[in-house]
C-alpha cells in the first residue's frame, strides 16, 4: 500500500506545476496542441488521480477505483491519435508524471531509504501501467480511425451515376473482394429503388483482372439488381477479360455484355424507348435562329 496518493492530493498544484515543466516542450514541438489545452488534460488526468481513496492500491489498475482514471485516458489517447500523435508521444505524456512523482516521493522520504525505494517502485510500475493502459487505447483508437477511413473510401469508391431517367451506371475501379462487393451490391440496390431505375450498367474498365471470385462477385450483384426489377448490362469487357473468362470457363450466357460504356449506355436507351441520333448542323442552326 502507497502513502503517496494522500501527498498529491495536498500537493496536487506542485505536481501539476512540475509535470507541465516537464512536458510542455515535448507536447508543443509539432504544434500538435496548445498549451492551454494541454494544461486542461494534465490536470483532469491529476485530479482522476488525486481524487481516488488515499488507500486505493496503486498496483492494481483494474480496481473500480480506478475506472474513472482509465476512460480518462483512453479519451485522451483515441483523440491524439486522431490528431496526429505518434503512439511513442501519447506515452510520454503519462510517463512523464514520473520525475514529478518521484520527486514528491523524494521529498518526504528523502532520509527514509527503504520507505523511498518501496514509494518510488511501487509509482514506477503505477505508472507504466497507466501507459501501457494508454498505448493500448490509442492503438485500438487508431484502429478504429483506420475502420472508418476504410469504409469511407469504399462508399467514395462506388458511385452510382444517373445517366438518364431510369438508367443508371456503376463505374467499379480496383480489385473487388468480398466486403466491397457488399457496399456495391447495397449502393446499386438502393439506387434502383430512389431512382426508380429499370436498366443499371455495371462498368468495369477499372477493374485490372476478373477471376472466378471477382466474377461470383458480379454476378451475385447482377442477381441482386434483377431481383429489384432492374436489368444489367455489364460493360468494359476488354479483350484480355473476355479470354480469362472464356479461360475460367466462367458461364455469363445471361448477362448482357458490351465492349464501352458507350455501348452499353445506347444498348440502354434502346431498351427505355429512345435512341440516340446525330442532328446536322443545318438542323441545329435553324433551330438556333427560330429560337431567336
Known sequence: MSNL???????RASVLQNWMEGIRDLSRRRGLIDERELEAQSGDVLSAIADVPADTNLSNIDLPAWQTLKELLGTLSAARAV???????TALFVLSL??????LAR????????????????????????????????????????????????????????????IVALPLIGTLDSSRTQVVMESLLQAIVQTNSRVAIIDI??????????AQHLLKTITAARLMGAECILSGIRPQIAQTIVHLGINLEDVTTKAKLSDAFRLALERSGRAVVRVSKANTSAHAAKEL
Do not use: C
Open 5 to 11: 496518493l494522500k501527498l498529491i492530493q495536498e500537493s
Open 83 to 89: 490528431q496526429g500523435f505518434s503512439p511513442s508521444e
Open 98 to 103: 514520473k520525475q514529478p512523482l518521484f520527486e
Open 107 to 166: 521529498k518526504h522520504w528523502g532520509n527514509k531509504a527503504n520507505e523511498l525505494f518501496s514509494e518510488i517502485t511501487l509509482t514506477n510500475d503505477f505508472i507504466d501501467k497507466l501507459a501501457l493502459y494508454t498505448t493500448d487505447s490509442y492503438i485500438h483508437g487508431r484502429d478504429q480511425v483506420i475502420s472508418r477511413q476504410q469504409e469511407e473510401m469504399l462508399e467514395l469508391s462506388t458511385p452510382v451515376v444517373t445517366l438518364w431517367d431510369g
Open 205 to 214: 474498365t477499372g477493374v485490372p483482372t476478373v477471376d472466378t471470385l471477382v
